[in-house]
């Protein structure tokens, strides 16, 4: 699997980068510039496509967590922690984005400039080079809204990351990403892409709307889940990849066939990944936590309260007790809540492989279609 | 006092514009279109100045309230309460900027489209005509922080907001101002005032930072606390009447007026508001809560420190007990509190009313005239 789970996993992203990278830089190809380009491009794409910008991705992070401690140095002492907690849900957005310009062959800062330590994010980048840098953003605000307003209301349950940070600051951290993004779209004079982008930040906050002000009976519609799913993650992959596709200056179909592939692929890496949520509390030997519920609530249970509908009951009260995890795990054995969420996966996947496989070869830049195989595999790979 | 209380004095002033308007549409200029232009310019400035723009601001007000309501239909059962708690906040900025465009002679939609009650404010307002809507949206998202973050870490004392709304909504209210500015600000398409009013926004949640994250000894210095009046308060005025000096055309010198006109009115307005709020927190004999402990905490109290440091420990408990609000009140009698901050309101006032006053005249356009010389009385009268 792609999505790794932990900082260490990422580190070892990284060193395994560095191994790949020294080992193509001896190719003929290595001469065009920083990038690294193998003799046979489909040797090229690593075990784990997203390994081929860890570099980037990994420069990018630091930059931005610096930047977060710096202008909120009240998040300083738990900096390491908070990081560490959400370094599964970032990873893969903004590496899929990095991976989309370079296939597209939009320029990107040098080495250099992104290795610089004192600079914050909004000097270095502007126009298109800001897209990863807000999908990390938009990435950060989800997860710190997500845990913050999952158990707010509740009585005896506080959210780990507010008994953490302190509700107060866990308010400010989303807010000043919130302002950030707008700075940085402020910057790129691109009206187009400023209303693309804009619209991320819009779906996001609708989706956290819709998963609080729904009703119970919506809550337990796949369909409705399938919609908050798009606004709060397969909008920043669709409209992203749009708006990379306009700065690189590609046609109608291009641009829309990127955002077809951002869409599809960031269904399909969600639905995925709540099946290994769901593997996940399988093994936790009935451990309930308030996060425990939240994983359960996933299309796999969407699809089983279809056929057992006597699931709803557990559902709605969020598991409460340990028994009612364990029942609420039998109904999903005996359904095909699992195998029908693999299928949406891999219908969605394939739908992305559709989308990618229309561009056209770049032979004449190796680095770009390199990017683009590994796009392709990123698909295949959940297929 | 020119700001309104209350929705009555709020509902007044409107009866009170139209009766006005009936007056001087019987003049001359009136045949000049929507707006009622006097006879006698100087006899056109009402009492109150802003009843000038009373029409307009309420139906900014009326078609946004409607747009959060229908967007978070959670907020309906509420939504009248919830306006009416904010009031006060609103109408200054958002009507000070209505003017600014009228004296610059900036277009503005027709009062046709403005009652049109069944469309967003994203789609009749784009280019200038959103300033006053993202004031407005600033000051709601500015209240509802501010009374979520004020006691949210508190352990016995909720916010009285945070109990009406329930945390998730509040949060969520904040977010969704947020996103729809950033939406708004992408489709203004001139960058130089997106990147101008994107600093507003900026600097509303770096006040949230510095009030949270300072130290006890910063949060007790004027110096920091003028600071942050600025980042709260005083930038909305001086960047939105700067972004509309640019769209209008303006010249590097009238530019550069209009935003020390709405930099120094804003400080000046917010310290008259301290001392109100200090006024009624004398006459209301100790009827502790934490709003009335976040009132004392305005610059008449910090300038009392610096006569009576022995303040420090009740403003740094927050004033716990009803003696220690009669000791804070005491000591501020005695100190030269009230009057150095009137003196610092008058002095930035008089820095106001010396950057309208180089506004050139525009005798050729009697509105834009009349709304100058509002402009002009709104900075006497705090003097």
């Given at each position: 699997?792609?999505?790794?789970?932990?900082?260490?996993?990422?580190?070892?992203?990284?060193?395994?980068?560095?191994?790949?990278?020294?080992?193509?830089?001896?190719?003929?190809?290595?001469?065009?510039?920083?990038?690294?380009?193998?003799?046979?491009?489909?040797?090229?794409?690593?075990?784990?496509?997203?390994?081929?910008?860890?570099?980037?991705?990994?420069?990018?992070?630091?930059?931005?967590?610096?930047?977060?401690?710096?202008?909120?140095?009240?998040?300083?002492?738990?900096?390491?922690?908070?990081f560490?907690?959400?370094?599964?849900?970032?990873?893969?957005?903004?590496?899929?984005?990095?991976?989309?310009?370079?296939?597209?062959?939009?320029?990107?800062?040098?080495?250099?400039?992104?290795?610089?330590?004192?600079?914050?994010?909004?000097?270095?980048?502007?126009?298109?080079?800001?897209?990863?840098?807000?999908?990390?953003?938009?990435?950060?605000?989800?997860?710190?809204?997500?845990?913050?307003?999952?158990?707010?209301?509740?009585?005896?349950?506080?959210?780990?990351?507010?008994?953490?940070?302190?509700?107060?600051?866990?308010?400010?951290?989303g807010?000043?990403?919130?302002?950030?993004?707008?700075?940085?779209?402020?910057?790129?004079?691109?009206?187009?892409?400023?209303?693309?982008?804009?619209?991320?930040?819009?779906?996001?906050?609708?989706g956290?709307?819709?998963?609080?002000?729904?009703?119970?009976?919506?809550?337990?519609?796949?369909?409705?889940?399938?919609e908050?799913?798009?606004?709060?993650?397969?909008?920043?992959?669709?409209?992203?990849?749009?708006?990379?596709?306009?700065?690189?200056?590609?046609?109608?179909?291009?641009?829309?066939?990127?955002?077809?592939?951002?869409?599809?692929?960031?269904?399909?890496?969600?639905?995925?990944?709540?099946?290994?949520?769901?593997?996940?509390?399988?093994?936790?030997?009935?451990?309930?936590?308030?996060?425990?519920?939240?994983?359960?609530?996933?299309?796999?249970?969407?699809?089983?309260?279809?056929?057992?509908?006597?699931?709803?009951?557990?559902?709605?009260?969020?598991?409460?007790?340990?028994?009612?995890?364990?029942?609420?795990?039998?109904?999903?054995?005996?359904?095909?809540?699992?195998?029908r969420?693999?299928?949406?996966?891999?219908?969605?996947?394939?739908?992305?492989?559709?989308?990618?496989?229309?561009?056209?070869?770049?032979?004449?830049?190796k680095d770009?279609?390199?990017?683009?195989?590994?796009?392709?595999?990123?698909?295949?790979?959940?297929?």
């Amino acid at each position: 699997m792609f999505a790794s789970d932990s900082l260490q996993s990422e580190m070892f992203g990284r060193h395994c980068a560095r191994i790949l990278k020294a080992r193509y830089c001896s190719t003929p190809w290595s001469s065009s510039g920083h990038c690294w380009v193998p003799r046979d491009i489909s040797a090229a794409v690593p075990l784990d496509p997203l390994l081929l910008v860890a570099d980037e991705y990994a420069v990018l992070a630091d930059r931005l967590q610096r930047t977060i401690v710096a202008e909120l140095p009240k998040l300083a002492p738990n900096a390491e922690l908070f990081f560490k907690m959400l370094v599964k849900e970032r990873r893969f957005q903004p590496s899929v984005l990095l991976l989309m310009e370079k296939a597209m062959d939009v320029p990107t800062p040098t080495q250099a400039s992104r290795h610089c330590a004192d600079v914050s994010p909004i000097r270095i980048f502007s126009g298109q080079q800001c897209i990863p840098e807000i999908a990390e953003m938009s990435n950060i605000y989800n997860f710190v809204r997500h845990n913050m307003l999952d158990d707010a209301d509740t009585r005896y349950q506080a959210s780990f990351l507010n008994l953490f940070l302190g509700t107060k600051l866990s308010v400010l951290v989303g807010d000043f990403l919130l302002s950030k993004i707008l700075v940085i779209l402020a910057s790129t004079k691109n009206s187009e892409v400023q209303s693309i982008l804009s619209k991320v930040v819009e779906h996001l906050v609708m989706g956290e709307a819709m998963e609080i002000t729904s009703s119970s009976e919506q809550l337990c519609s796949i369909a409705h889940y399938l919609e908050m799913v798009y606004y709060k993650k397969a909008s920043l992959l669709a409209n992203s990849c749009k708006a990379i596709a306009i700065l690189a200056g590609k046609d109608e179909e291009i641009t829309i066939m990127a955002s077809n592939y951002g869409r599809y692929l960031g269904y399909a890496y969600h639905l995925m990944d709540d099946i290994l949520d769901i593997a996940g509390i399988s093994a936790s030997s009935g451990n309930l936590s308030s996060d425990i519920a939240s994983r359960m609530f996933g299309a796999p249970m969407l699809f089983a309260i279809e056929e057992f509908p006597e699931l709803r009951r557990v559902v709605d009260c969020r598991f409460k007790n340990p028994s009612e995890l364990e029942f609420g795990l039998e109904c999903l054995r005996k359904s095909g809540g699992m195998q029908r969420t693999r299928e949406l996966a891999t219908k969605y996947a394939g739908l992305a492989l559709e989308a990618i496989e229309t561009f056209p070869r770049t032979n004449n830049n190796k680095d770009a279609e390199v990017s683009r195989q590994v796009l392709v595999e990123l698909a295949r790979k959940i297929i």
